[in-house]
């Protein structure tokens, strides 16, 4: 499957944005979907993942209460929503798909899209 994120931007602190990410091919429907971040020097963190059936969730700590992960599996499209955005957010979101896991959160990702860049300016 290949992604492709897009939807990052510049916003001021306490603001919103919409990320989204473009799936191609037919199945994924079985792929869990989740987004990640990767900060200036510091490591790549799970940000929010949700369950291929759109059922299940799980979120980072930092992030909880104020994003919300969803996927469209009709629109091969999965979302996160992102509020009262803090310049700690600022990060480039990556989207990324993997399946078969029975561990929740899944602990590895076997495809990536290239990220899009979120600015949060104080």
């Known amino acids: 499957v290949q992604l492709q994120a897009f939807g990052g931007g510049l916003v001021l602190a306490g603001g919103f944005l919409r990320l989204s990410c473009a799936a191609s091919?037919?199945?994924?429907?079985?792929?869990?979907m989740a987004w990640f971040r990767q900060a200036p020097g510091k490591e790549r963190e799970l940000v929010a993942v949700?369950?291929?059936?759109?059922?299940?969730?799980h979120y980072v700590r930092s992030v909880q209460n104020r994003f919300t992960i969803s996927r469209t599996n009709h629109l091969n499209t999965a979302n996160l929503e992102m509020n009262s955005l803090k310049p700690d957010d600022t990060a480039v979101y990556y989207c990324?798909?993997?399946?078969?896991?029975?561990?929740?959160?899944?602990?590895?990702?076997?495809?990536w899209g290239r990220g899009t860049l979120v600015t949060v300016s104080s």
């Open positions: 990324a798909a993997t399946e078969g896991w029975s561990r929740w959160p899944p602990p590895r990702y076997t495809y």
């Open positions: 091919g037919p199945t994924f429907a079985s792929y869990h």
């Open positions: 949700i369950s291929d059936g759109g059922i299940t969730t």
